[in-house]
């Protein structure tokens, strides 16, 4: 089976940098991937990682490290408009295209 | 209109009335898959399709059919409603989810009284 655990909230100040946090429990792995629910709205895609290392995407990078199990988004340059649900999901075993979900960080960010 | 659609986005059903949820995309997208959303819960898999014709069961199946006879579609249909059931649904398409991640329709809220 599949696991993943991330932080339930997380508060910052607007300008300041925040990172959430994932580390996940699967058989079989093919990446690990970031999205972000906005209240009442359908979760987009942020960023997927394969490989070891840091992806970068504007103010947004997101982090692997496969022999830990863990993984983590960085925001950079808080705005408020980034108050936001993170979710975590592992792309698991059969490469099936099918991600398992964390329960979600919820992201305040305060002015 | 491109992109992914789904209907209705409210419904209210009484318990033990059959529902079915309607997913529609335009892209022509090979993966298509169902999540339930609740508090505390994040998403939750139901269903997933990696082709037409082709599905497979996700975490929380049970109480749930799908079918998928055409790419463009894949509807959800809760064959006896729970008030259990009362959630709110996404559908999803992708291409290539290793890659590109997947698209969200904007979801059905569904309760069932």
């Known amino acids: 089976g599949q696991s993943l655990e991330q932080p339930s909230e997380v508060t910052a100040v607007e300008g300041a940098i925040v990172q959430i946090n994932c580390t996940y429990q699967?058989?079989?792995?093919?990446?690990l991937s970031w999205y972000q629910q906005h209240d009442g709205g359908a979760p987009t895609f942020l960023s997927y990682?394969?490989?070891?290392g840091l992806e970068e995407t504007g103010r947004f990078s997101s982090f692997l490290s496969r022999s830990d199990s863990y993984g983590y988004l960085l925001l950079q340059e808080l705005q408020m408009k980034d108050s936001a649900s993170y979710f975590c999901?592992?792309?698991?075993?059969?490469?099936?295209?099918?991600?398992?979900f964390g329960q979600g960080t919820t992201l305040q960010v305060k002015p | 209109d491109a992109g992914i659609t789904q209907s209705p986005r409210y419904k209210i059903t009484e318990t033990g009335r059959q529902v079915t949820l309607m997913c529609h995309q335009t892209?022509?997208?090979?993966?298509m898959f169902w999540y339930r959303q609740d508090l505390g819960h994040g998403l939750r898999l139901i269903y997933y399709?990696?082709?037409?014709?082709?599905?497979d069961k996700g975490e929380v199946p049970d109480g749930y059919v799908v079918s998928r006879s055409k790419t463009e579609n894949f509807p959800l249909t809760l064959e006896s409603a729970t008030r259990s059931q009362t959630s709110v649904y996404f559908c999803?398409?992708?291409?290539?989810?290793?890659?590109?991640?997947?698209?969200f329709g904007s979801g059905t809220r569904l309760t069932v009284v």
């Open positions: 399709s990696a082709a037409a014709d082709i599905t």
């Open positions: 699967t058989s079989g792995f093919y990446g």
């Open positions: 999901a592992v792309h698991g075993s059969g490469n099936t295209g099918k991600l398992i």
């Open positions: 990682n394969a490989l070891d």
């Open positions: 999803a398409s992708s291409a290539t989810p290793n890659t590109y991640g997947y698209t």
């Open positions: 892209w022509s997208h090979s993966y």
